[in-house]
């Protein structure tokens, strides 16, 4: 064969020259023709290539096995090419990706004479990873067998570097919905537009659909709309960077929040195009709304509790007031003073300011310290204050938080309420020493009685002492008689001198059936020259009540003397007089006073307890109004009703004493 001839079949397919020199055996003593020594350094000169190129060359027969490799490739994969030569190139190949190259193979075997290409993984021989790109392509042999040349490329480093966007783009895109941002970038000239996947997903678009202007404005909330496009517009004409917030509607006609910034930067043609970033700040701007609805809401707690805010500083002088709209009360002047400063009653009340002052320097908290100070007007006022101490970051006192207001009307109304109260106990005393004297009589009679029968037994007990012999038996039974007359007499000049003493309060457990016969026994003469006769259905299991037992006699005897003079015209009927006690479903123990009288007019109920309001022609209406005072004190209650058929009841209710109700 020719020179010329060879160069050019070599030059129409070098891989299957390759093939017939690499595999061809040439004999010790070869008989060359002159035309074959051309062909004979051109196979040479192509085993040299086959050799040092720096691809990677396998020949493979269609069982798989390797019948030849270059040097470079077997020190490629970290072998020598007679470590791989006879054995099966799936030894190069990963387990799962053997199946991949055997159907490469049989490919490249059913249709010989055509390249195929794929990338792949191979294996090296210390078990690292080598990507190759292989361009594969079966000839038929000289003896007319096929054979698969495979040229492999090494691009372990794009693959690499592609697992490294992708890895970049996969942090990327967690990093934008973790954040909720996505990115964006706009062509102004050309109005195109793209999308990352999360701006698609702040968007509720589908990533399949192309994004574009009229789709946006469609997005944006109608307020919002001529605001973007002002803002965009000047940004494209101007070629400036632009920040905005904007709403957007979503399909189920729910709000978005969401902040687009950009940065306008000009391509080659010098044509302004943006890259920006747009964020979904639904959660702050809603966190913002409940931050601001709560700070309103204690702004109006603290508001409503108080007149004004103060601050002070570390050596507890004002530094801030911040007085509330509707008020006009804060102390004018208190800026660099401490409390005690503008207080007149801090040389009064010593102590008070002493705790107070302990306090501060303590830095504890404070509750409702009331003081005594002077308005913008100078007018005495009352000012109960509470604060907070407040700390910088390190732990670092920087003074105290508080709030004002101005008590003095509570004050003037505690000091009109005690003033009332010692009123209401004068005339209570009065009423009890009026009472007594229209008593005397009873009174009289009920002295009367033990007293003559201290007479009757004095007597009779010197007619069985001069008796002979004296029968000392009888005379001490008649002695003993005596001294319980005496206490008898005892006992009623007490209870009235109790009752005409200005004494306080004297609250103590009291057995009500006992306190309610006491005060019969004072109205019983009273009763009897009325021709009222008295049924007493007392229990005799009531617990205890806690109660002054004077204040309550009281009671009865005016709601008594009451009944009395409510029968006083009465004669169609006897004039009975009904005194029950009973404990109710609450287990409160009930005293109820009964009359057959005339009655309540239905009008007179409703005042029947107010001041100054009577029935009687001489009353003073103060009698019924002073008993639920008392009663109301001792935490009961005092009721009226109209009975059935004649007459009215008046009801008492009170609270056991606490031990009784445990």
């Not at 129409?12 to 062909?39: E, F, I, M, N």
């Not at 006073?593 to 009577?614: H, N």
């Amino acid at each position: 064969m020719k020179p010329g001839r060879a160069a050019v079949a070599f030059g129409k397919s070098a891989a299957q020259y390759l093939v017939g020199c690499v595999r061809h055996t040439v004999t010790a003593k070869p008989r060359v023709a002159p035309g074959d020594a051309g062909l004979l350094e051109a196979v040479k000169q192509w085993q040299q290539v086959f050799e040092h190129n720096p691809v990677m060359y396998f020949m493979v027969d269609p069982a798989g096995t390797v019948i030849n490799v270059n040097t470079f490739g077997a020190a490629q994969l970290g072998y020598t090419p007679g470590e791989l030569i006879g054995r099966s190139v799936l030894d190069v190949f990963f387990e799962e990706d053997r199946a991949t190259v055997r159907a490469c193979v049989a490919l490249c075997l059913e249709t010989v004479d055509q390249s195929h290409t794929w990338e792949i993984r191979k294996v090296r021989k210390d078990g690292s990873v080598l990507w190759v790109r292989e361009n594969a392509k079966a000839m038929l042999r000289a003896n007319g067998g096929p054979i698969v040349l495979v040229a492999c490329e090494n691009i372990t480093e794009r693959k690499e570097a592609e697992n490294a966007l992708r890895q970049s783009e996969a942090y990327l895109a967690q990093a934008q919905e973790l954040s909720h941002t996505g990115s964006f970038g706009w062509k102004a000239a050309t109005r195109e537009i793209t999308w990352s996947k999360e701006t698609y997903r702040i968007f509720q678009c589908d990533e399949e659909t192309r994004p574009e202007i009229s789709f946006m404005l469609q997005r944006i909330h109608p307020e919002d709309r001529l605001a973007v496009q002002r803002t965009t517009g000047r940004a494209a004409r101007e070629g400036k960077d632009y920040d905005h917030e904007y709403r957007l509607v979503m399909p189920d006609g729910s709000i978005k929040y969401v902040r687009a910034v950009a940065r306008a930067m000009r391509d080659a043609g010098g044509h302004v195009e943006f890259v920006g970033s747009v964020t979904d700040i639904t959660a702050t701007k809603e966190a913002e709304r409940r931050l601001r609805d709560s700070e309103q809401r204690f702004r109006d707690y603290a508001e409503t509790a108080s007149d004004w805010f103060w601050e002070t500083g570390p050596d507890h002088r004002v530094t801030r007031i911040s007085e509330h709209s509707d008020t006009n009360t804060a102390p004018a002047g208190l800026i660099g003073l401490t409390r005690w400063d503008v207080a007149p009653d801090a040389a009064l009340e010593p102590e008070k300011w002493r705790q107070h002052r302990a306090a501060l320097d303590a830095h504890v908290p404070f509750r409702d310290l009331v003081y005594r100070s002077k308005d913008r007007n100078g007018q005495p006022i009352y000012i109960r204050t509470s604060g907070k101490p407040f700390f910088d970051a390190d732990g670092t006192f920087l003074g105290y938080r508080g709030v004002s207001t101005d008590v003095t009307a509570a004050i003037r109304a505690d000091q009109a309420e005690d003033a009332l109260r010692k009123a209401q106990a004068e005339l209570a005393h009065v009423t009890r020493v009026t009472t007594l004297g229209e008593l005397t009589a009873s009174i009289a009679h009920e002295i009367n009685q033990p007293l003559a029968a201290v007479i009757a037994n004095a007597d009779a007990c010197l007619a069985w002492l001069q008796r002979s012999p004296s029968d000392l038996k009888a005379a001490r039974r008649s002695v003993e008689w005596i001294i319980e007359d005496g206490k008898r007499a005892s006992d009623v000049i007490r209870h009235v001198r109790a009752l005409a003493k200005r004494s306080d309060i004297e609250m103590a457990p009291l057995d009500v059936s006992a306190v309610v016969r006491e005060a019969v026994a004072l109205v019983q003469r009273e009763m009897a020259s009325h021709a009222v006769s008295v049924r007493m259905e007392l229990s005799s299991a009531l617990p205890r009540i806690f109660g002054d037992r004077i204040q309550l006699q009281q009671v009865l005897i005016n709601l008594i003397k009451n009944g009395i003079e409510a029968m006083e015209g009465i004669d169609d009927r006897p004039r009975e007089l009904a005194i029950r006690s009973a404990t109710d479903d609450n287990g409160a123990v009930l005293v109820s006073v009964s009359d057959c009288g005339i009655g309540i007019d239905e009008q007179a109920m409703d005042r029947l307890f107010m001041p100054f309001f009577t029935t009687k022609s001489s009353g003073m209406g103060m009698g019924l109004s002073i008993c639920r005072s008392i009663i109301e004190a001792h935490g009961g209650r005092l009721s009226a009703m109209p009975n059935q058929e004649h007459g009215a009841t008046f009801q008492i209710t009170l609270p056991l004493h606490r031990e009784d109700a445990s």
